[in-house]
Nanobody, 123 residues
Framework: QVQFVESGGGLVQPGGSLRLSCAAS????????MGWYRQAPGKQRELVAA???????NYADSVQGRFTISRDNAKNTVYLQMNSLKPEDTAVYFC?????????????????WGQGTQVTVSS
């Protein structure tokens, strides 16, 4: 299975910025639609941003206009630039292949998640 290593999280004040990175293993990275997900305490994991193999992007309403997802296929890496951070953005952030149906993630072979990177927005 593809393995992911996320980095770049930290503690930031409201209104601040962070840039997350996610390095993926394997030789097929450029073919995958990729997503950044987050999970806050007591909540389900949610998709916040996605980027297609061709570079098209889409965002959850809660982060639209503040977050920017990008990718560097030569480095097998996907990025998430987060600006104007809010306390409600506090969560552990993960990246993974974006699949059409989450209930089939394991079947598709993308059920392995990295450790994630903690983002805490607080004054």
């Amino acid at each position: 299975q593809v393995q992911f290593v996320e980095s770049g999280g930290g503690l930031v004040q409201p209104g601040g910025s962070l840039r997350l990175s996610c390095a993926a293993s394997g030789s097929m990275f450029s073919m995958y639609n990729m997503g950044w997900y987050r999970q806050a305490p007591g909540k389900q994991r949610e998709l916040v941003a996605a980027i297609g193999s061709g570079g098209s992007t889409n965002y959850a309403d809660s982060v639209q206009g503040r977050f920017t997802i990008s990718r560097d296929n030569a480095k097998n890496t996907v990025y998430l630039q987060m600006n104007s951070l809010k306390p409600e953005d506090t969560a552990v952030y993960f990246c993974n292949v974006k699949v059409g149906q989450e209930r089939l993630r394991e079947t598709y072979g993308f059920g392995s998640w990295g450790q994630g990177t903690q983002v805490t927005v607080s004054s």
